[in-house]
């Protein structure tokens, strides 16, 4: 039962990396690396702030806003410095590994004996397990809620433009330099969030933490895709919520079946190719149903 809960309190807390990398992978039609850099950027950020006896809250505001300031970057190099998608991203990821270091002073610290946001008093009279479930619903219901009023705003709406087609967008005077450095900045600030709230959960930062989170949050996207078909945009963003506590049941089961936790992220890979793979292997089956419905009623 313990491990039921604590999966489905780390699905809510790791939706919120999902929903951060849908803005830009799906709306914006953005293959943003940063992700892997801005992730233990966030985690490092907080860390550091609870070292320092700073509030919790503080902790991951400082992550959020470390996090839109490295998308800012991506979003100036790409915009700005005519560096393509991909390796914009790279380079930002690149330097948010010493820029990580340089923040933590070490490859690993430690949250012990420090007051984190699961410590906090409000907190206090929950079961065991049951707090990284309480904060992830908090926090993933406020961030769905303001991303749902945000797209449906005149910028929202231009986002969405931009990423839909970026050639009438700019015929019809929206800036999509703007709107792309705006959504990365929204994004990679959530990543950052998302990796301070990991961090706290964990009770510790470390320097690889965000080598392969861009597999698992994609896996979250695409499992909430795949299992809950045709959706409308506003649904697609609690599916994605959804699709990341299915993820870490799949993962629970798996290693219950023998695997290690050395194999996650070739776990990880393999369920994201699989869920991939089954929109074509559905149309491929409905293509033969209905070749074999036309010979039947041929012959």
Not at 83 to 103: D, E, H, K, Q
Not at 127 to 137: K, Q
Not at 258 to 267: K, M, R, Y
Request: proline share 2%.
């Amino acid at each position: 039962m313990n491990m039921i809960v604590s999966s489905i309190g780390q699905g809510l807390l790791w939706a919120i990396l999902g929903v951060a990398l849908f803005l830009t992978f799906r709306i914006l039609d953005f293959p943003d690396m940063t992700v892997e850099g801005t992730f233990p950027l966030g985690a490092a950020v907080a860390v550091i702030s609870l070292t320092h006896n700073l509030s919790p809250a503080i902790s991951i505001t400082l992550a959020f806003l470390a996090g839109a300031v490295a998308g800012l970057i991506t979003g100036l190099l790409y915009t700005k410095g005519k560096i393509p998608i991909l390796l914009a991203g790279i380079l930002v990821m690149t330097a948010c590994l010493s820029i990580n270091l340089r923040i933590m002073g070490s490859s690993n610290v430690s949250l012990l004996g420090q007051k984190t946001i699961f410590s906090s008093k409000f907190l206090a009279g929950l079961p065991r397990y049951f707090d990284s479930i309480f904060v992830g619903l908090v926090t993933i219901a406020i961030i769905t809620a303001l991303l749902i009023y945000f797209l449906q705003t005149d910028l929202g709406q231009a986002f969405i433009v931009t990423g839909d087609n970026p050639t009438m967008a700019r015929s019809i005077g929206i800036n999509t330099d703007k709107m792309t450095i705006v959504g990365l900045m929204i994004s990679n600030g959530l990543i950052g969030l998302s990796g301070a709230l990991i961090a706290q959960s964990n009770g510790y930062a470390d320097i690889n933490m965000g080598i392969g989170i861009i597999v698992i949050a994609l896996a979250s996207i695409i499992i909430g895709e795949v299992v809950f078909g045709e959706l409308t945009l506003n649904q697609r963003l609690i599916a994605v919520t959804l699709g990341s506590i299915i993820y870490r049941f799949v993962i629970l089961i798996v290693l219950n079946l023998g695997f290690s936790t050395n194999d996650l992220n070739l776990i990880s890979a393999i369920i994201l190719a699989i869920c991939l793979m089954l929109p074509q292997f559905s149309k491929s089956l409905k293509l033969d149903h209905v070749i074999k419905k036309g010979l039947a009623k041929n012959e």
